[in-house]
């Protein structure tokens, strides 16, 4: 299901430092789904002091037939991807999306010594890349088939979920 994290202003560790760049005058609110990994969450709500916030959420499901009938895989394909383990040892459901992004950040990893800060703080085993770390990540990223490596490991799940969010201020 669903839960909220409202922020209110000052942070102590690394993570929450993103959050603090973000000027805003109010607060921030998060919502994450919490039996989705969330690796780039953009689910910020800007909180405005002194109107009524009003947040309205959409729920989408989507349910396709696997091959040949859509594009999707079918669970027993799923499961035999080598990032499945991750998703079932944490109690998440898995998704494309966050499958690729932790394919990439393993290849990264495995070439460069580093990770990205977001994959970093799911997988406490990986290092966080550094500025000096860059120019090697940069450098992989842009100069090998990462993506086209990772879609192999990666099939599209048949079924996915999405909110849909809007707000509107009185």
């Known amino acids: 299901g669903l839960y909220a994290i409202l922020f209110s202003g000052s942070f102590n560790n690394q993570f929450n430092n993103l959050i603090n760049q973000i000027p805003f005058d109010g607060f921030k609110l998060e919502l994450i789904n919490h039996s989705y990994v969330e690796i780039f969450s953009n689910n910020l709500i800007s909180i405005k002091k002194g109107v009524c916030n009003n947040i309205v959420l959409k729920k989408t499901i989507i349910q ?95 079924l996915s979920v999405s909110y849909e969010k809007s707000t509107y201020y009185d």
């Open 64 to 158: 396709k037939l696997p091959k040949p009938y859509s594009e999707c895989e079918s669970d027993e394909k799923i499961a035999k991807s080598p990032f499945y383990y991750y998703f079932l040892k944490n109690e998440k459901i898995y998704q494309q999306t966050s499958c690729l992004e932790l394919c990439k950040s393993k290849l990264i990893n495995d070439n460069c010594n580093c990770s990205s800060t977001n994959v970093a703080l799911l997988d406490k085993t990986l290092k966080y890349c550094t500025q000096d770390d860059l120019k090697c990540t940069t450098k992989y990223f842009y100069n090998s088939n990462i993506v086209q490596e990772c879609l192999k490991s990666c099939p599209l799940e048949c």
